[in-house]
Nanobody
Framework: QVQLVESGGGWVQAGGSLGLSCAAS????????GGWYRQAPGKQRELVAS???????RYTDSAKGRFTISVDNAGNAVYLQMNTLKPEDTAVYYC?????????WGQGIQVTVSS
């Protein structure tokens, strides 16, 4: 049974950086694409960043220039590097990596940015 393990979240002051990781625990096909979502209290879940099978990336406007999504060469993990963090980035972040067969969801990891 495949489980995703998210790590790298936590607390940081505004202007700081965090790097989120999402790795598969158990046997799975190679990740070929993926996305990171976030959900702040009282708000809907939103797509923050995505990368497709061709390596093309897309970001929500608030993340452009600050966040970078990537999939490792082995296809075992998806990453989100977050720089110049702002208090409005505070949310629970969920990874959503995809293989050729299906997609998976992480359990969510808290990111808190203080002003």
């Amino acid at each position: 049974q495949v489980q995703l393990v998210e790590s790298g979240g936590g607390w940081v002051q505004a202007g700081g950086s965090l790097g989120l990781s999402c790795a598969a625990s158990g046997s799975t096909s190679r990740f070929i694409a993926g996305g990171w979502y976030r959900q702040a209290p009282g708000k809907q879940r939103e797509l923050v960043a995505s990368v497709d099978i061709g390596g093309n990336t897309r970001y929500t406007d608030s993340a452009k220039g600050r966040f970078t999504i990537s999939v490792d060469n082995a296809g075992n993990a998806v990453y989100l590097q977050m720089n110049t963090l702002k208090p409005e980035d505070t949310a629970v972040y969920y990874c959503n990596p995809r293989t050729r067969v299906r997609d998976y969801w992480g359990q969510g990891i808290q990111v808190t940015v203080s002003s």
